[in-house]
């Protein structure tokens, strides 16, 4: 069976030695260690605060930190996070010699180009994931402040008009919180089984060290916008 490993570890000599770090967002720490442990990777996984996309600003210093340490013991630094709007992370990634999965944000790795197609087709588009519908409360109502300020929320979604729900793991308890959601926002919803969609298959490619599979809106910045964020001083992260 696969070890994960949350933290490094020095002693032990049952143990390989990983050479291989996953620097994770949060909200994608789960699946990405179910990937390591479903292809066998001897890997040590680390988490950074998924409430930081409230201020991407504070996304690159967090991960520059992390590879700061990591960069003597792991020759391999995976940072799984998409652009995100840290507009300077893909700098950061360069000076340490680390990889990412290529994309605007998890959505677009999730979704692949269904996520596309669905942008095109309505860019009023939000999307769901197993990771938010869990954290709705922390990371939107009250990351955002809502619940402090409730004509926020037809401030930051009155120009939505469906939702997408990007389903990795077939919950029913996630797919009614799912409902409960939109009928919150007042907003038609589908649900999508996806699983792990490109996020696996661009992790895969990383290691085998060959060229990732991109979809039509990889590269797209307008992309970036499937999801609110909060600005100033005061929104809501530590």
Same mark, same amino acid.
């Given at each position: ?11 032990? &000599? *049952? ?41 991407? %600003? ?38 340490? @010699? ?5 994309? =605007? ?5 999730? @979704?692949?180009? %269904? ?7 309505? =860019? ?12 709705? %409360? ?8 809502? %619940? ?5 929320? =037809? ?24 409902? &409960? ?6 907003? =038609? ?31 797209? @910045? ?9 600005? @100033?001083?005061?929104?809501? *992260?530590?």
């Amino acid at each position: 069976m696969t070890q994960v490993n949350q933290e490094p570890e020095t002693s032990g &000599e *049952n143990r390989r030695v990983p050479k291989t770090v996953f620097i994770a967002c949060a909200a994608l720490g789960r699946d990405v260690k179910a990937i390591i442990r479903k292809h066998g990777w001897n890997a040590d996984f680390q988490a950074i605060d998924a409430r930081l996309h409230l201020r991407p %600003d504070k996304i690159g210093p967090a991960v520059e930190a992390r590879l700061q340490k990591a960069e003597e013991q792991y020759e391999r630094r995976v940072v799984v996070y998409g652009h995100c709007g840290a507009m300077d992370l893909d700098a950061i990634l360069g000076r340490h @010699g680390a990889v990412r999965p290529l994309g =605007p944000h998890c959505y677009e790795m999730y @979704g692949g180009e %269904d996520f596309a197609r669905a942008l095109k087709e309505e =860019p009023g588009t939000f999307i769901l994931t197993d990771y938010l519908i869990h954290a709705w %409360d922390m990371f939107v109502v009250k990351g955002l402040k809502i %619940d402090q300020h409730p004509k926020l929320k =037809p401030l930051l979604f009155h120009h939505y008009k469906r939702l997408i729900y990007y389903s990795q793991e077939e919950d029913e308890r996630l797919i009614a919180k799912a409902h &409960e959601i939109a009928a919150w926002l007042e907003l =038609p919803l589908t649900v999508k089984q996806v699983g792990y969609g490109d996020l696996e298959r661009r992790l895969v490619a990383i290691m085998e060290e060959r060229e990732q599979p991109t979809a039509g809106m990889t590269y797209d @910045g307008y992309s970036s916008m499937a999801y609110p964020t909060a600005a @100033g001083p005061d929104s809501g *992260n530590e």
